[in-house]
Structure formats: C-alpha cells, structure tokens
C-alpha cells in the first residue's frame, strides 16, 4: 500500500502541480499549501499566474517575484482554522526572474548590462518557448536551497503543459537554444577579440550569413549574435543548476501531484505516465470539476412526491418531469465520472485518485480554498 | 441575432482568439463553414496546433497547403518551420539556394534562437493567403479566418508584424512586415473575435486580449462568444414554485440539491457573461452548453445565423 496524501505531505519538501490548463492547478496548489501550514510546516506557493480575485485572497500582489506572508487573521476573519506555521505565497515573474538570474549569475559587468538592454533579450525572456518553466524552475532551485528562512515545503504551480514533459524538459531546451554549435560558430570572432559585426557582414566571408540576412535584414542577426554573446559564460551555470534541479526533482521528497478533470482523464493518465517512466514519484492524481452527485447524501428520491408536491404549489407537472431529468441527468453523468476515476485508479498503480466535486463557482478566496482543501485531504 | 455582428462575420480577415480551452477552434470553424455555405471560398487557417480544425469538421488533417475539405472550405495548417519553409523560398526565389542555406544544421539552429521569427513567418503565410489572387485578379479565397493560439502566444503572433516593421531597417523584410501590420491594423477587413466560458479566469483572459487587441495591436474588435452557457432550467416563477418546497420532505431532497447546484451554477455564469459584455462593449453570441460534451458545430453555426448544409 503507497503512501496516502495525508502521509506525505508530513515528508514531502516540494510539491509540484502538474496539469493541462483550466483544471484548477493554481487553486489545488494553494490548497495543499494551507494544509501543509496548518500542520506546522512552513510553506510556500509558488504560482505562475493567478486569478486576479484568487491573487487578491492570497494577498499577492500586482507585480511578481515577492514573496508574501499571507496573514493568519485573514482565515480567522472568515471562521477558518489558521495555519500554525509561517505561510507565503509568490507569483512568478518570468522578466523578473531572467533579469535576476542573469545579474547574479553573470560574470562580466559591461556585458550583463548589455545582454539586459538587448532588444531581443526582452522578447526572449518572454516568448522563448519554455522559458516559464524554466524561470519555474531557476526558481524553485534559488528557494529550495536557500538559507535565510528556510522553508520546510515549497508548493509549485506549473505552466498549463499538453505533455508533463515539457516541464521536465524546459531547461535543457532553453540552453540548447542559446548555446549549441550554430552559436559557438557565429561567435567565434568574439572570443577572437574580433568586432562581432564585422564577422557577420564581412563581404565573402559568409555566404550562409548574407543569405540569411536577406531573409530577416541584417540588424536582427547583429542583435541576435549580440543576444547569444551576452549569454556566453553563463552557461556553466545554467547547467550545474539544471543539473542540481533534476536531482531535486527525483528526491524521495519531491512529489507531484497530477491535476485534471474527469472529461480529461486520459490526460491525467498520461501525465502519471510520463512522470512515473521517469522514476518521480506521484503522490497524487486530482480530478477537479467532478459533477456533484445529487443523490449523495439527500436521502431517497421519489418522483412521484415530488410531482405531487410541485402540483400542490401550483407548478406544472412538466416542470416536476423536467426537474426530474436534469437531476437523473446529473446523477448519469457523477455515476461515469465515478466509473472512470475507477478505470484511471487501476491505471496508476496505486497512485491516490481524488474526486473533487465542482463547486457552482471557480474557486477565488478563502472560503473556496477551504472547501477544495476538505475535498483533498478529508 | 447581436446587432452588428453579421457584418463583422462577414469580413476579409478574422481572427479568433481566447484561453486556452474556451473553444476557440469551434469557434473559427462554424465562422469558416458560415461563410463557405454562403458562397463565399473561405480559408481556415489553424495555428501551430494540429488536428482540432480538421476533427471539429470532421475532415483529413490540414496540411502545410490550403485543401478543399467541404465545398468552398479551405484547411491549411500554420507551423513555425512550414511558413518558414515556403517564406524563404518566396524571399530567395530559388529552391536549391534554400536548401543549401535554411536545411544547413547550424542555420537552423541560429534561426531558432530568433524570438518570434516563427510567430512572423507564420503570419506572413496567413497575410500571402489574404492576398492571393487568381489570374483574373480577384481574391484566391474571400475570407482568411485564423484559429489563433492561446491568449499570451495570440498577441505575439498578432503583434509580431508591427513590432519587426518598427525596428528592422529599410528593405524585403521591413516592406514584407508593413504589410503584414496594414491587413492585421485594417479597420475595414479585419475583425478581433473574443472566444470565452462565463467563468472567471478565461473572462479576464478575454478582456485582457480585447484590450490588447484595440490598443497595442490597433484591431478592430469582432464578436465576443460566450461558449457552454447553461440555459435557464426554470423560469422565475416555476423558481418561486421550487423555492416553496420543504426540502426535508420524503423523496425530494436529491431533486432539490441537484436544482439548487445548477441554478447556482446558472447565476454565477450570468455574473461573468454580464461582466463580459459590460466591460467588452462588443456584439455577444451566446453558445448553450448543452450535454457534458462539446456543442455541436452544427448548432454554432446556426447562431452564427448560417444556413443548413
């Protein structure tokens, strides 16, 4: 028998949210972040990109990268039990973290400054596929390894992913983006003490480089080779943490949580695949947005009292007959999603496979954390 | 049907965009099949994100070139390499030379490290289609609708020709990039179509790209579509009925609950459709969730006001 939520979460010092978008990954992590506080653990949400209303419960604010301690009188205040350890919240800013990591990191002064005002800098930072996971992940590094505050568990919300590799996979895609063959050749001139420029456009000297600027103009590779040059020296770096992050992401005190709908079951399991085929452990598979069941809990149903009774309030037995099919209807559609959270349940191995049930809204403050919290750990 | 809305279904260039999941993809292909059945030779353009158009209408996958699926519907699929592909050869105008220098590992390499060139190259592809003509100098296709990636993928891809006019200096790709931003900027041909649930997170995801939409991106707005709306289940006074019912007699609690979750579920959607199309101010089309699963194109298109096949 593995290990239930409730047992790890005594052990597990990151908590990792994986899932397709829309399925309530920022709200679960947040979430088990509180239950974590409240049994004495000091805990961390690291999210990427909140609800404004959600944010706002979290007392997070606008811009990112600070870290906040959320107030234990703001669960006191609504009637919630309030943690008993130190709980905060972040919202990752993925300019932010770039431009951190690349001013504690880089080694030269004059060339750090000029990489920070590179146009394409900026566009990389933002658009570069991966490079939210990967700032996820510079980030988690710097948190989990700190030594002022320490903290006893970090819970990480991720980009909204179509495959849980692309999370995995996010660092070792960014730097072979910026440092591989094609770059060492075009740079070659820098480490030459050569004017990078003059390289690029010396008549005859490449016949590859003139047909490419034809294509995009010659300004845009001279900043680009400006951009790969600023980068150089890093590289080391980002490799040594990368490679610190993997072992992180294997310790027998990293667990992921899987999250996703009972419509998208077949992500859940591919995901659990994903990971398990990786040896990293998943503590969890979440099926939020469960249709509630109208059965449970409500006693007998008995069509014909409830006729009689909308008749004897002066309804109409088509209205009774129509109550009766959406709540027929309802009960259909719990009863299948029970039935694939069960085939799901055979598929992982003994993984944990929560049911949540949806709440008529999404969940954006405290109160609604607290019922989702209850639907996870009981 | 919303006032104003038909005309702008109507327009040369339409682009779909909203959160991922929303439906954005149903969306675009009721748009598209709208406009084929009224005559119209229209082309569905989807972005970096394979199959959805072709299993939404029920046709082959797309391919890298536009192929008649239905009668007047054309599918083509967008992917970064593929526009960079046939963008190159128009540029170089010489297909050795292309292969030479773009298959080159190191090139390829180099290339993928230019943020956004995908994002350009791929609206490239879409602006050359808009602007297609026959021999007789009239339009290839009439209509060009663009399923477009998710919300903060759509403002790059959108921006991406305005931003590269602005900064490259004079020459093929500056003129390739002003162009581009007249047709995507053009208050008569194109239109900005906001996709959203009646729910929180993509509501603001919605506003957010609107926003971006008429500001950074100089678009005009389209039609905001409010996907997966529950429709009412009781009117207000078959409401008062069921509110009068004591919930702890025998037999009824099961019905009770299950009618209390879904008007509760029905009054927080009204919330944030209100909100929507308060803060939007644009012409709102409703799509009714009708099952557990997706609605039916059919259905989408008939809101959209097109005929039956």
């Known amino acids: 028998m593995r290990p239930n939520v409730n047992q790890r979460l005594a052990i597990a010092r990151c908590v990792i949210c994986v899932g397709p978008g829309g399925v309530g990954k920022t709200s679960t992590s947040a979430a088990v972040a509180i239950e974590a506080a409240r049994r004495g653990r000091r805990t961390l949400v690291l999210t990427i990109d909140p609800a404004k209303r959600l944010a706002n419960a979290l007392g997070l604010p606008e811009i990112g990268n600070e870290e906040r301690l959320i107030d234990p009188s703001a669960f006191t205040r609504q009637g919630l039990a309030p943690p008993t350890a130190p709980l905060s919240a972040m919202m990752l800013d993925i300019k932010r973290t770039w431009d951190e990591v690349v001013t504690r990191h880089h080694p030269d002064p004059e060339r750090r400054q000029r990489l920070l005002e590179n146009p394409l800098y900026v566009a990389m930072s933002t658009a570069l596929a991966g490079s939210q996971e990967y700032m996820a992940m510079e980030k988690l590094h710097e948190l989990s390894s700190r030594t002022h505050d320490p903290l006893d568990l970090i819970v990480l919300d991720t980009p909204p992913a179509n495959h849980a590799v692309d999370f995995l996979e996010a660092p070792n895609k960014i730097i072979d983006a910026l440092d591989n063959d094609a770059t060492r050749w075009l740079l070659e001139p820098y480490h030459q003490k050569k004017k990078l420029t003059k390289k690029l456009f010396d008549a005859g000297s490449s016949f590859f480089i003139r047909t490419i600027s034809r294509f995009t103009g010659t300004e845009l590779l001279t900043d680009l080779g400006e951009l790969l040059a600023g980068f150089q020296g890093m590289f080391d770096g980002f490799r040594a943490r990368a490679e610190a992050v993997r072992k992180l992401l294997a310790a027998d005190t990293t667990d992921f949580w899987v999250l996703s709908t009972p419509l998208q079951a077949d992500e859940a399991q591919d995901f659990w695949a994903r990971l398990s085929e990786r040896d990293l452990l998943v503590a969890a598979v979440v099926l939020n947005r469960a249709t509630p069941d109208p059965y449970d809990g409500a006693g007998p149903a008995d069509p014909a009292a409830l006729l009689a009774a909308i008749q004897r309030a002066g309804g109409s037995p088509e209205l009774a007959q129509r109550v009766v099919a959406v709540t027929q209807q309802m009960a259909t559609q719990a009863a299948a999603e029970r039935a694939r959270a069960e085939v799901l349940r055979g598929a992982v191995a003994g993984t944990p496979v929560i049911l949540v049930p949806q709440r008529p809204e999404d969940v954006h403050d405290l109160v609604g954390l607290e019922a989702l919290r209850q639907g996870l750990f009981g | ?309």
Not at chain 2, 297 to 304: C, D, G
């Open chain 2, 1 to 309: 049907m919303a006032d104003g809305a038909q005309s702008l279904l109507d327009r040369r260039f339409q682009v779909v965009v909203g959160k991922g999941g929303v439906g954005r993809t149903l969306v675009a292909s009721a748009i598209a099949l709208r406009s084929a059945r009224s005559g119209r030779r229209t082309l569905l353009l989807e972005v970096n994100a394979p199959d959805n158009c072709a299993a939404t209408l029920g046709v082959a996958p797309a391919v890298d070139v536009p192929r008649e699926v239905m009668s007047e519907l054309y599918l083509c699929r967008m992917t970064p390499e593929g526009a960079m592909r046939e963008y190159a050869l128009l540029v170089l105008k010489f297909k050795a030379l292309y292969t030479l220098v773009f298959e080159n590992r190191l090139v390829k390499y180099l290339l993928r490290s230019i943020p956004s060139l995908g994002e350009f190259t791929m609206l490239g592809k879409a602006w050359y289609h808009a602007e297609e003509r026959l021999p007789d100098g009239s339009l290839k296709y009439e209509r060009v609708i663009i399923d477009a990636p998710a919300t903060g993928h759509a403002i790059t891809f959108l921006s991406v020709a305005r931003t590269v006019a602005d900064i490259t200096p004079p020459g093929v790709m500056k003129d390739a990039a002003e162009k581009m931003a007249q047709l995507v900027e053009s208050k008569d041909y194109s239109a900005l179509h906001v996709v959203t649930l009646p729910e929180e997170m993509p509501v603001n995801e919605g506003l957010e790209m609107l926003a971006a939409g008429r500001g950074k991106l100089r678009m005009t707005a389209g039609v905001g579509f409010v996907n997966r709306r529950l429709p009412s289940l009781v009117s207000s006074a078959e409401a008062t009925t069921i509110d009068a019912l004591d919930p702890k007699a025998p037999g009824l609690g099961p019905y009770l609950q299950a009618v209390a979750g879904r008007r509760a579920r029905e009054r927080f959607q009204g919330a944030h459709e209100q909100r929507f199309r308060e803060a939007s101010g644009l012409p709102v089309l409703t799509i009714p969730e009708l099952g557990p699963g997706p609605p039916a194109l059919e259905e989408v298109v008939q809101i959209l006001g097109g005929s039956k096949p």
